[in-house]
């Protein structure tokens, strides 16, 4: 029953230990303790601080990474369209090329095929001439050789000479 009642003495001593021990832990222990959690506060405040910093730091870092891939894009694409319009210039070119070199060679060949052609027909008429000649001397021969025909042949030649 005694801890369920307490004496008077045991109170009064309690409470002077109490009281001894809290002003001793006042003195030496509380400040230091509340130091520790001020400076343990102030340094959580100062680290929430740096990670808010640092949030915004990489909300901020990356709309820079997206504008820049935007950016990146922008040139990528103007890349591939200045390089498709290269590609389609030297295609144009090449078929241009193409197309002129065969019409010089058709027209070259066009050429050689009229130079060769006047001349089959020169040797042609040549061939002819030579052929007509021959018929014509041996036709003439055959029609003058008596002394008569020739004598009359000459005199319409004559004649034919004088109405011109």
């Known amino acids: 029953m005694e801890l369920l009642v307490p004496e008077l003495g045991l109170f009064f001593w309690t409470t002077l230990i109490f009281l001894a021990v809290f002003l001793v832990l006042r003195r030496f222990a509380w400040k230091p303790i509340l130091e520790a959690i001020h400076e343990r506060e102030h340094q959580i405040e100062n680290s929430l601080k740096e990670a808010q910093a640092a949030r915004d730091e990489m909300a901020r870092l990356r709309s820079d990474n997206e504008t820049l891939m935007k950016e990146a894009r922008v040139q990528a694409d103007k890349i591939l369209k200045d390089a498709q319009q290269m590609r389609d ?52 021969r055959k029609h003058f050789e008596d002394k008569q025909s020739q004598e009359g042949f000459a005199r319409q030649l004559i004649n034919d000479l004088s109405k011109n």
């Open 89 to 140: 210039q030297i295609v144009k070119e090449a078929q241009t090329a193409a197309s002129d070199a065969a019409t010089k060679e058709k027209e070259k060949a066009r050429v050689q095929i009229e130079a060769e052609k006047n001349a089959a027909l020169s040797e042609i008429r040549q061939s002819a001439a030579g052929i007509a000649v021959e018929v014509a001397e041996i036709i003439l």
